[in-house]
């Protein structure tokens, strides 16, 4: 069975960079047709795709995003890292990896869902 859990802390302040990471677990991370991936999820909006990652380290990006937004990935460790830099408090959000096979797009199709985590941008 395959399970996502997302780290990595609550608070960040104004400017600077947001970094958490997803650990995969029950195999799949190797495979290379998944992809993994960031969504977000602010107050009063809907689910926000920030980018995926598969295996080899093929990267996508939303383009409203893409200038402030890195994924990379681990595989000893079968984990995969979101940096988004220069927070502002609209960056505020549950955030939340995802992974499944197909295309690396999109925010609401994918088969593994972490259980997601709060981060708020605040001084």
């Known amino acids: 069975q395959v399970q996502l859990q997302e780290s990595g802390p609550g608070l960040v302040k104004p400017s600077q960079t947001l970094s958490l990471t997803c650990t995969v677990s029950?195999?799949?991370?190797?495979?290379?047709?998944?992809?993994w991936t960031w969504i977000r999820q602010t107050t009063g909006k809907g689910l926000e795709w920030m980018g995926a990652?598969?295996?080899?380290?093929?990267?996508h990006y939303s383009p409203s995003l893409k200038s402030r937004t890195s994924i990379s990935r681990d595989t000893s460790k079968n984990q995969f890292t979101l940096q988004l830099s220069s927070v502002t408090p609209e960056d505020t959000a549950m955030y939340y990896c995802?992974?499944?096979?197909?295309?690396?797009?999109?925010?609401?199709?994918?088969?593994?869902w972490g259980q997601g985590t709060q981060v708020i941008v605040s001084s």
């Open positions: 029950g195999g799949a991370f190797t495979t290379n047709y998944y992809y």
């Open positions: 990652i598969n295996y080899s380290g093929s990267t």
């Open positions: 995802a992974g499944g096979p197909g295309i690396p797009y999109g925010a609401t199709w994918w088969t593994y």
